[in-house]
Nanobody, 129 residues
Framework: QVQLVESGGGSVQAGGSLRLSCATSQYTPKLRRIDTNPVGWFRQVPGRDREGVAVFYRRTKRTYYADSVKGRFTISEDNAENTIDLQMNSLKPEDTAMYYC?????????????????WGQGTQITVSS
């Protein structure tokens, strides 16, 4: 059963914008009870570890960002659509990666992948120079 559904990937030139959306209505935690319920965006390029991009804690409404995207990316919650969205502006070629949405019951360290028990299928972002 697919619990997280991503949309919005694609290709863009440097300086452009894209918006990713993660539908979370079917998410249920696998082992632990939902606490702060983080929903994060991660990205990965071949040969490198998956890295955290941004997170939205649904209970507290707090957000955190990787230093590399601060001021350019914005993560937000759309209550009407039950999605967590990532608005990406001023995109750079180094933002090129497969982007994944992830959810978990809690995450004391927001960018530690081990706290997230459910992952989307991934969506490719390609930024050309």
């Amino acid at each position: 059963q697919v619990q997280l559904v991503e949309s919005g990937g694609g290709s863009v030139q440097a300086g452009g914008s894209l918006r990713l959306s993660c539908a979370t209505s079917q998410y249920t935690p696998k082992l632990r009870r939902i606490d702060t319920n983080p929903v994060g965006w991660f990205r990965q390029v071949p040969g490198r570890d998956r890295e955290g991009v941004a997170v939205f804690y649904r209970r507290t409404k707090r957000t955190y960002y990787a230093d590399s995207v601060k001021g350019r990316f914005t993560i937000s919650e759309d209550n009407a659509e039950n999605t967590i969205d990532l608005q990406m502006n001023s995109l750079k070629p180094e933002d090129t990666a497969m982007y994944y949405c992830a959810a978990g019951p809690s995450a004391p360290t927001w960018d530690n992948v081990n706290y997230y028990d459910t992952w989307g299928q991934g969506t490719q972002i390609t930024v050309s120079s």
